[in-house]
């Protein structure tokens, strides 16, 4: 029978409720929220986000400065019928300019407003620009700096760069994307089903009781205390293509052809992101099953014993069974750890070579913060998300076990 929560219940968990708020739906919202617009940082135009057209007025005044600065530069070199012409666009950017004069922001425009600047924008450019083609022998200052900052007057009048669900159509036709999602299946699957493996016999030596046992246990943890970033780097050296001893063991033993192959091909970068990982991280897995082991009645052994049950016969009668929950724990926490991997990657092959260990972590990271594409690239971390949550569901409706009781 399931209690219904009491009032006074619920006030103890409400700092737990407004922690997860702030720094787990809040994130999880804003993420979901930049995958409907065009937000690029490195971009004027697309550097907030703008659900109608607006005017960057601080930057109109401030191009329509220039303008009228670079033709006073240049209103000497022409004839005096064309001084004029010069002139009187002058006398019409600052006319222009003085409306927004003092505004500070980007702001919403009226229809009007933003046929009049349209105009205004095409009006001058096409003056100024007929004026410096009638002499094409003449060196002027600025006609160069002219085209740019009439080009960067344009730009003033901001787009609108919501575009609903264009990010989600460009990650289904995204060939990297699909690369990347690969690559991330093939590093989670081949690392986890080998630290299972590897884990469990760990597990089962370390739930001995025997002499040194506890020195060996301290011992088997020491890779997985280490920095993953540090580790990579240690694997790094020893991988290195010149004077890495495991790459130099690898080739003589004829598992690569060469002590290059570790990290300079996509299949040797791969294995060997593979190899570093299932070092670092099998004595978590080890742990976690250990965790397990020690719930499991000993009578149980004793019993099957007993019995003349083989070794095998018990491990998988009695220990597997009984481990099932510590099981889906630690393959769920390690699948999504490793589904999520980015600093190991990141360090020892940084996605190459040729984007051929290039994970949805790494990817994400390169559009976010190297081309500075917050819109596509939290699409890709939503498109991670979603992976995640349909792992999760899969391990919990496979194993079946139920990790939280309502008795």
Not at 137 to 148: C, G
């Amino acid at each position: 029978m399931i209690k219904r929560m009491s009032f006074k219940q619920f006030v103890f968990i409400i700092p737990l409720l407004c922690f997860m708020a702030v720094f787990s739906i809040y994130p999880v919202v804003t993420s979901i929220m930049y995958t409907f617009f065009d937000y690029r940082t490195n971009d004027q135009r697309y550097n907030s986000f703008y659900m109608s057209e607006k005017l960057n007025t601080t930057l109109f005044v401030e191009d329509c400065e220039y303008v009228n600065y670079f033709i006073s530069a240049d209103i000497t070199l022409v004839e005096e019928e064309d001084q004029q012409a010069f002139a009187a666009i002058q006398e019409r950017v600052t006319e222009m300019a003085a409306k927004y004069e003092g505004e500070t922001e980007t702001r919403d425009m009226t229809s009007a407003e933003r046929e009049e600047v349209v105009a205004f924008i095409e009006e001058i450019t096409a003056q100024s620009t007929a004026i410096y083609d009638k002499y094409p022998d003449v060196q002027f200052y600025n006609k160069e700096n002219m085209a740019t900052i009439l080009t960067d007057l344009a730009g003033c009048v901001v787009q609108s760069n919501f575009i609903g669900g264009a990010n989600y159509q460009q990650l289904f036709a995204d060939e990297r994307f699909g690369a990347a999602l690969i690559h991330t299946i093939i590093f989670t699957v081949a690392s986890v089903a080998i630290e299972f493996v590897l884990g469990m016999g760990l597990a089962l030596i370390m739930s001995k009781a025997m002499r040194g046992i506890g020195l060996v246990r301290t011992i088997a943890l020491i890779p997985w205390a280490i920095p993953t970033a540090v580790s990579a780097l240690i694997w790094s050296y020893l991988y290195d293509g010149s004077y890495g001893i495991v790459s130099k063991i690898f080739s003589v033993v004829g598992i690569i052809g060469g002590q290059a192959d570790m990290l300079l091909t996509a299949q040797g970068a791969m294995a060997s992101a593979i190899l570093a990982d299932i070092w670092k991280t099998t004595p978590y897995m080890a742990l976690l099953l250990m965790a397990g082991l020690q719930t499991i009645d000993p009578g149980l052994y004793e019993s099957a014993a007993i019995d003349g049950a083989s070794p095998v016969k018990t491990f998988t009668a009695i220990t597997l069974p009984l481990m099932k929950p510590s099981i889906l724990v630690a393959l769920l926490f390690r699948t999504l750890d490793a589904f999520r991997v980015y600093d190991l990657i990141s360090v020892l092959t940084g996605g190459g070579p040729g984007n051929g260990t290039e994970t949805l972590s790494v990817y994400a990271y390169k559009l976010i913060f190297g081309q500075n594409n917050y819109g596509y690239g939290s699409t890709v971390v939503v498109g991670m998300f979603v992976c995640v949550a349909l792992i999760a569901t899969i391990y919990v409706k496979v194993l079946g076990a139920e990790l939280i009781s309502n008795d």
